[in-house]
């Protein structure tokens, strides 16, 4: 095989997947739906305290809380709770953390064990917008070093 068709061949190759790439990182934004999820940490993983979560959501605005605009809202934590139904006021207290300045990541001290994080969007005076807009995890939080 000369050089040149080696050449060719490499390009022709490394040009298919960046095609390839981009149709799929294309097909898994249209396929992800409006609503919230855990970027950080995963379904089941096992962690130390501090816990760092990260919050993603996908299809309203984050605005700090305070005031009422349509299409927009604030994440909240609920540790070792299920989503709330819409419309339901978000307590607080330890157990439902609230993110009302828009902060999109956050910090949880937990003592080891295993706990459900579910991660509640809602508006501007705390009304959850529902099951639709919350996500659950499991983790472990294992004893620090």
Do not use: C
């Not at 390009?11 to 396929?31: D, I, T």
């Not at 501007?124 to 917008?129: A, K, M, P, T, Y």
């Amino acid at each position: 095989m000369s050089r040149r068709m080696v050449l060719g061949l490499f390009g022709l190759v490394f040009a298919a997947s960046l095609a390839f790439a981009g149709y799929a990182q294309a097909a898994e934004k249209k396929m992800m739906k409006d609503g919230v999820w855990f970027i950080e940490p995963k379904d089941g993983a096992q962690v130390t305290s501090p816990v760092k979560v990260v919050m993603g959501m996908k299809g309203m605005t984050i605005k700090p809380s305070g005031k009422v605009v349509k299409g927009t809202g604030h994440h909240h934590i609920m540790i070792n709770r299920g989503p709330m139904r819409k419309g339901k006021v978000i307590p607080t207290d330890a157990m439902h953390p609230h993110y009302g300045k828009g902060q999109t990541e956050a910090s949880l001290k937990l003592a080891p064990g295993d706990y459900k994080l579910t991660m509640q969007f809602a508006d501007g005076l705390h009304r959850s917008f529902g099951p639709k807009w919350a996500a659950t995890i499991s983790i472990k939080v294992l004893p620090g070093k």
